[in-house]
């Protein structure tokens, strides 16, 4: 899929920030869409504007996915493109704040994947965007719960594509570092230390996606300095460690 025109899309989260941007930029393109969030009011509001769908509800657990799933294929007839995009940001570390993360930052991608394959493989099409985090290609200081998972959202989304791309499935992770949505503003000064300067709009990511589903490359970087980063981590690790644990001190001074 190279433009959203027409296609049936389902965003989940997107009663807020990146995915109420993305529900209402498709809309505009003339897609279908699906409106998924926890919040139901929230869904409703961002469906009534722009003429989508609400399906309100949990979008990570098996028969929360399941029954969203259901209800989208009921609205739309079938699901073109699904993203992922629901997430949470956990400050603390304790068992709830891991369980919660790996539910919906990762779990709730491979419910979606096991649902949506088995039809998208007999017609041959079928298109997933997960809303991952430049902490899944990096890491983000202050939360090991948000970036172990986002990791593991990224290698669940890396592993799709290198297994389904022969077969039509396209699968995308959308990796911004930080956007101006209630989840950033929600978390600690540490935060805003470390990503307030270069925090974006959502509707600079929405931007990013429409270019990113034209273009079809797998990672869609609405920051482009993700990629130098990315490749800075690789090729000397031990150098980019050196920087982020610099970064950790001044946020530590700072707070
Ligand atoms: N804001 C940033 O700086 C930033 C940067 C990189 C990646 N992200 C990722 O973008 C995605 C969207 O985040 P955002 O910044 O728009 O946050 P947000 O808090 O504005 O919106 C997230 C929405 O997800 C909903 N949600 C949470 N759990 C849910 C569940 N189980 N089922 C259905 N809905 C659920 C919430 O109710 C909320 O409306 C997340 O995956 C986040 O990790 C955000």
Redesign the pocket.
């Known amino acids: 899929m190279q433009s959203v025109a027409g296609a049936g899309v389902v965003v989940?989260?997107?009663?807020?920030?990146?995915?109420?941007?993305l529900a209402r930029r498709f809309a505009a393109e003339g897609a279908r869409v699906v409106v998924?969030?926890?919040?139901a009011a929230?869904a409703g509001e961002v469906a009534r504007s722009c003429g989508a769908t609400a399906a309100p509800?949990?979008?990570?657990?098996e028969e929360?996915v399941a029954a969203l799933i259901a209800t989208a294929r009921d609205a739309l007839g079938e699901i073109d493109l699904f993203c992922a995009?629901?997430?949470?940001?956990c400050e603390q570390d304790g068992e709830p704040d891991w369980a919660a993360s790996w539910?919906?930052?990762v779990m709730?991608h491979v419910r979606a994947a096991r649902l949506l394959l088995p039809r998208w493989l007999e017609r041959g099409n079928g298109h997933l965007i997960c809303?991952?985090?430049?902490?899944g290609l990096l890491t983000m200081l202050g939360s090991a719960p948000?970036s172990v998972t986002?990791h593991a959202a990224l290698g669940f989304a890396e592993w799709l594509a290198a297994s389904y791309a022969h077969r039509g499935i396209t699968v995308q992770a959308?990796?911004?570092?930080?956007?101006?949505?209630?989840?950033?503003n929600?978390i600690s000064p540490a935060?805003e230390i470390i990503?307030g300067e270069t925090?974006i709009t959502?509707e600079e990511v929405a931007d990013a996606v429409i270019a990113g589903i034209a273009a079809g490359s797998f990672l869609i970087l609405p920051h482009p300095d993700v990629a130098r980063m990315y490749a800075g981590r690789a090729t000397d690790t031990d150098r980019w460690l050196r920087g982020m644990n610099k970064l950790q001190i001044r946020v530590e001074a700072a707070g």
Request: charged share 10%.
């Open positions: 989940t989260g997107a009663g807020s920030g990146i995915g109420a941007a998924n969030d926890l919040n929230a509800g949990d979008a990570a657990g929360g995009n629901a997430g949470v940001a539910q919906v930052n709730a809303t991952v985090s430049a902490a948000y986002k959308l990796c911004p570092m930080g956007v101006r949505t209630p989840m950033l929600g935060a990503l925090a959502v």
